[in-house]
């Protein structure tokens, strides 16, 4: 019983024995209590060689001797070593054995595999899928926990998101277009949570540059010129053709143009004329299916009419996506001479504005169309040719007072000198004549 006693004040119970990594001096150290408090009375304690390097006893308390690394494990990460205690009673020592835990500290960042990262994503890849093979990694030497990861900044803003903090796989949280935007740069950082020597929460962080490089794919239709954004309407090409000619204008210089809406794939295209109004469109227009060249196969011969075409521009891909443009003619009148002249629905249906062809064409307000000229320069201005029309009166006025002058006349005094035999008398010159006449008349009378 006795016996029993003696060994119950060497009793060691509970105990979780740790101490972080680089604790202050002092540093209590939690080992567990003995049967006994009198400690130097009724029991003695001691520490081997390999504890006592490290610690001390304060009474019955254990304390951090210097300071402790890591590296100063001897078993995995613990300080392994015996505590004896010897009752005083019966002097015979109890050791135990203690297994001190090294607790790392968060002393150092994460470190990432790469010093920067650089990956390529089509710019029709989904949203939220996780990017084949885009994904960082970090280790952290400290850290018992999984790291976290996070984007601190991308520009352009708000493209690219992590799978989760723990997996850093990226995905897209907005869609891409590589004419918009052909590489993002993103701030990727790792965080270890972690404590420092005293047991308080110590965070580490690492950041690393990634790179995405967007890589264009066949997701955009053709467009057509001079809109080079996609977000533009489908354009409305203005040309005229003049009454009778085959010669097209187009209004603002511009001719038909598309190109790949995807400008790194740039596929050629193939135009087409669709459908147009009115029905007989195709009797007077046709488009080159390479060049997008518009012409006509005949002159039309109309009055202020104005004709709607489809021209459809087709990629030459797999998808072959296609872009429609409305190309509008507008067939100006022209009052020429003759054939205007004699066109009277023509010159009842507008009015004429003569316009030489020097002059500027004016728009008209309503339908942005050129207003219909005179003849341009292929033939008579109005007043050019009411000038011809005059210029040939006169003369014919002219030709008919000569022949009165030089034909009537004279004949009209033949008659009238016949008439004064009779009634005048001789003495004036002219009756001198008249007389001498008269004498010869009345020689051949008599
Ligand atoms: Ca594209
Ligand atoms: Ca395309």
Redesign the pocket.
Known sequence: MQVFFYAAVCILTGGSPSVHEEAPSDTKVDYGTYDATDVGTSFTLSLDATLDKFFYLDGATLRVKSSISRSDATSGNNIVGMITCVATANGIPIPNTLFIQIIKINKTPPKFDSSSYTFSVD??YPLNVDIPSAQVFATDEESTTNLAYNIESQSPENVFQLASSSAPKFQLMAAL???RESNYILNVSATSDGVDNIGNTWLQTSYVLTVFNVM?????PPVFLPCLSLSCPPPIYQATVENGSTEIMFVDSNTIQARD??TQ?NATITYYLTSGYPSNYMDYFKVNSLTATVSMIKPFVGNNEVFTLLIQATENSVLGQSSYATLTVRALQVTCFPSSINDSTSVSETTPTTVSSEETVSQDLQTGFPTPVTCGNTGYSEAVVYGIIGGWIASLLFVVVLSWLFLVTPHLKKKGSRGNTINQQPGTQGNQTLGKNTQEDSGRLS
């Open positions: 710019d029709n277009e590589y004419n264009d794919t066949d997701n955009n809406g995807d794939i």
